[in-house]
């Protein structure tokens, strides 16, 4: 696998050897608190050998409770995707822990799929196989994204902003879904402050988001899970059921949470399963 570096602020997609992350808005971003490291989102790809390549990407979020970003379910991640043939994309969103709160956050992943579109002939990535991917408060944000999508405006002034935020496809690992009962307290309170609305935490409850529209999704979790209920897997499911959106539900009933792509020398199976699935909607050979 060559990692290379994503540059998406430049005239065309060129080899390089760091891995220097590009910020999504090369003037700022938009609601940033400073100009400090943890003020500026960014992408950084992981592209697969040529002779591997699909032309699939997955724009990868990392969870860390709102709070912090877990490199093993970011560039982890992306390495195995790439190994795949899947380009993967990660993302560095705002955090709460940083004084961010919702929209920040939700900016961050709608501009990173509709940056990925707006460079994907550069980088011999088909745009229209596009999805995100996240795990646990990084899987809150990739369901946000799955359900608070838009198809871009065409009259924008910036380019990117005329792009499609819409997944293809989407993959949760572990997610926190709800901010209701079942909801990761630290996430919530990191996402939307000490005391948000009734209106914010119905909005931000991502299983009554659901509608025909949205994408199909693979869901992971594990029943004994024990910082981020399995009920926030099964509730969406069961919208992306009523709705008729196909998907791919797995309980195993053993591992704990934030595991990743397993705890030992050997992957877990859900990462088997999640490739066939991905074979089936044509991300991989």
């Given at each position: ?33 400073g100009t ?113 999508f838009d ?61 025909k529209d ?72």
């Open positions: 696998m060559l990692p290379l570096l994503f540059l998406l602020a430049s005239a065309a997609c060129l080899q390089a050897a760091t891995l220097d992350p590009i910020p999504l808005w090369p003037e700022g971003a938009p609601g940033a608190l400090a490291d943890q003020d500026i989102p960014t992408l950084t790809a992981f592209l697969p050998e040529p002779d591997k390549a699909t032309g699939a990407a997955i724009v990868v979020c990392p969870g860390g409770g709102y709070g912090g970003l877990a490199p093993h379910e970011g560039a982890g991640y992306a390495q195995w995707l790439a190994d795949n043939g899947i380009a993967g994309i990660v993302l560095k969103y705002r955090l709460g822990s940083k004084g961010y709160r919702h929209p920040a956050m939700w900016n961050d992943a709608s501009r990173a799929m509709r940056l990925t579109r707006m460079k994907a002939g550069e980088c011999k990535i088909d745009a229209k196989r596009v999805g995100i991917m996240g795990s646990s408060a990084g899987g809150h944000l990739a369901s946000t994204q799955l359900t608070h198809l871009g405006n065409p009259e924008a002034t910036d380019p990117v902003e005329r792009q499609s935020s819409r997944p293809d496809l989407g993959i949760l690992c572990y997610a926190v879904i709800t901010m209701g009962p079942y909801t990761h307290q630290g996430s919530k309170k990191n996402l939307l402050g000490p005391d948000p609305s009734p209106e914010l935490v119905e909005l931000l409850s991502n299983e009554k988001q659901v509608t949205t994408p199909p999704t693979f869901i992971w979790h594990t029943w004994e899970d024990p910082g981020v209920y399995v009920e926030n897997s099964l509730d969406f499911a069961y919208a992306l059921r009523r709705n008729r959106v196909p998907f791919d539900l797995h309980v195993y009933e053993k591992g704990s949470h934030g595991m990743g792509l397993g705890r030992g020398p050997e992957h877990h199976p859900w990462t088997l399963d999640c490739l066939y699935w991905l074979k089936a909607h044509k991300f991989l050979n």
